[in-house]
């Protein structure tokens, strides 16, 4: 049985649960976000992409997605469709413009008002929470009691950063963010007892993959507008174009035909795994700009490319393996066919100094593989 499988308690509420107009108009707002936390990787000095940018990506990127996950999954296990809900998520839409608009790589400048949008985003779903725990009966009451109480720690935590200075604010702000991402996994024996709708979180999900699907086309425009269209600029766009489409292919196709949706679990492989999907979705649309450009070392893009799409293949791999039907589970000769096609493709571009659109080849030859036998 699923590691993650609990009780046959069914939760009517969501049950027929679909994506409202409302969080569609929510995940909106989350793209400007994502847009600015991915063009930190933007920053080159000497041909390399920094230590202190990479962290400041992360940095950026956690509390974007940890932010629209708590919201996310209180919708899929209490959400309704309703004024007092609506009023909730309406007044986090407000929290969001706030952060998204003091989101930079200079964080002093704006650290309080992206504590105040943070702060705010997570307080509203602690409160509603709280909220309906009161209306809530068995494992479900537990559920909505443990959340919304226990939230508040990460939250204090994160607020008492204002008190101090230099590196130890940040600290003590991740510090909190840390133990806010932990307390489901710390609360599992709840969880589970509640388990989420996972065609609701999987599309949830799959709607935030297509914002960050959406950066990559944006680094296509970039590529044709970034010089005089040449064989050269025209052949790297078109066949980035097909990467972005298997990219597409095997995602979706995955989430729709391949996955088990009548699985009931507390979600977190799809929650967690999700966060490495979506750092190594802005790593490679950043890459895609990058390799064209080539303002990087060779050695250190070819680093920083392959090893994006390494970390998709693996996030992507763990997720799907875990809720695909057992008799259509990718095996271990599957593994080691792509880990090796990745393999060759980034050693003989290390032996052979290759143009920019030989290279966007290989990974584009990968992502079409790794679609088809796939899916």
Same mark, same amino acid.
């Given at each position: 049985?699923?590691?993650?499988?609990?009780?046959?308690?069914?939760?009517?509420?969501?049950?027929?649960?679909?994506?409202?107009?409302?969080?569609?108009?929510?995940?909106?707002?989350?793209?400007?976000?994502?847009?600015?936390?991915?063009?930190?990787?933007?920053?080159?000095?000497?041909?390399?992409?920094?230590?202190?940018?990479?962290?400041?990506?992360?940095?950026?990127?956690?509390? !974007?997605?940890?932010?629209?996950?708590?919201?996310?999954?209180?919708?899929? @296990?209490?959400?309704?469709?309703?004024?007092?809900? @609506? !009023?909730?998520?309406?007044?986090?839409?407000?929290?969001?413009?706030?952060?998204?608009?003091?989101?930079?790589?200079?964080?002093?400048?704006?650290?309080?008002?992206?504590?105040?949008?943070?702060?705010?985003?997570?307080?509203?779903?602690?409160?509603?929470?709280?909220?309906?725990?009161? &209306?809530?009966?068995?494992? @479900?009451?537990?559920?909505?009691?443990?959340?919304?109480?226990?939230?508040?720690?990460?939250?204090?935590?994160?607020?008492?950063?204002?008190?101090?200075?230099?590196?130890?604010?940040?600290?003590?702000?991740?510090?909190?963010?840390?133990?806010?991402?932990?307390?489901?996994?710390?609360?599992?024996? +709840?969880?589970? &007892?509640?388990?989420?709708?996972?065609?609701?979180?999987?599309?949830?999900?799959?709607?935030?993959?297509?914002?960050? =699907?959406?950066?990559?086309?944006?680094?296509?425009?970039?590529?044709?507008?970034?010089? +005089?269209?040449?064989?050269?600029?025209?052949?790297?766009?078109? =066949?980035?174009?097909?990467?972005?489409?298997?990219?597409?292919?095997?995602?979706?196709?995955?989430?729709? &035909?391949?996955?088990?949706?009548?699985?009931?679990?507390?979600?977190?492989?799809?929650?967690?795994?999700?966060?490495?999907?979506?750092?190594?979705?802005?790593?490679?649309?950043?890459?895609?700009?990058? =390799?064209?450009?080539?303002?990087?070392?060779?050695?250190?893009?070819?680093?920083?490319?392959?090893?994006?799409?390494?970390?998709?293949?693996?996030?992507?791999?763990?997720?799907?393996?875990?809720?695909?039907?057992?008799?259509?589970?990718?095996?271990?000769?599957?593994?080691?066919?792509?880990?090796?096609? =990745?393999?060759?493709?980034?050693?003989?571009?290390?032996?052979?100094?290759?143009?920019?659109?030989?290279?966007?080849?290989?990974?584009?030859?990968?992502?079409?593989?790794?679609?088809?036998?796939?899916?």
């Amino acid at each position: 049985m699923n590691k993650e499988a609990t009780t046959n308690q069914h939760h009517p509420a969501s049950s027929d649960r679909k994506v409202t107009w409302l969080e569609l108009f929510y995940d909106l707002l989350f793209v400007a976000a994502v847009s600015k936390a991915g063009h930190v990787l933007l920053h080159v000095e000497n041909g390399y992409i920094s230590f202190e940018y990479l962290m400041k990506f992360v940095l950026i990127f956690v509390p !974007i997605w940890w932010a629209w996950v708590g919201q996310s999954l209180f919708v899929n @296990r209490f959400g309704q469709d309703i004024l007092s809900h @609506r !009023i909730f998520l309406i007044l986090q839409l407000f929290f969001v413009l706030i952060m998204t608009a003091s989101l930079s790589v200079d964080f002093d400048q704006y650290y309080v008002p992206f504590l105040i949008g943070y702060i705010g985003l997570r307080a509203m779903t602690a409160i509603q929470y709280l909220a309906v725990h009161k &209306k809530e009966e068995s494992h @479900r009451k537990n559920t909505a009691r443990y959340l919304g109480s226990r939230f508040w720690i990460g939250l204090a935590i994160s607020s008492l950063s204002l008190f101090f200075d230099s590196w130890i604010r940040y600290a003590v702000l991740y510090a909190g963010i840390a133990v806010d991402i932990l307390l489901p996994i710390l609360g599992r024996r +709840y969880l589970v &007892k509640s388990p989420i709708h996972t065609h609701h979180l999987l599309e949830r999900f799959s709607l935030f993959t297509l914002i960050l =699907l959406g950066e990559s086309v944006i680094s296509i425009l970039a590529v044709l507008q970034s010089s +005089y269209w040449t064989w050269q600029s025209i052949l790297f766009a078109s =066949l980035t174009f097909v990467l972005i489409i298997a990219m597409w292919w095997q995602y979706f196709d995955n989430v729709e &035909k391949k996955v088990n949706k009548s699985l009931e679990t507390a979600g977190q492989t799809i929650i967690y795994g999700h966060l490495f999907i979506y750092l190594s979705m802005s790593m490679i649309a950043a890459s895609i700009q990058l =390799l064209f450009l080539e303002q990087l070392n060779y050695t250190f893009m070819l680093s920083f490319i392959f090893g994006s799409v390494l970390l998709y293949f693996f996030s992507t791999s763990l997720v799907f393996h875990k809720y695909r039907h057992a008799h259509q589970r990718l095996g271990g000769a599957h593994l080691a066919f792509f880990l090796g096609l =990745l393999g060759v493709f980034f050693i003989v571009d290390l032996l052979f100094l290759l143009p920019n659109y030989i290279i966007i080849g290989e990974v584009m030859v990968f992502f079409v593989v790794y679609a088809k036998l796939t899916t």
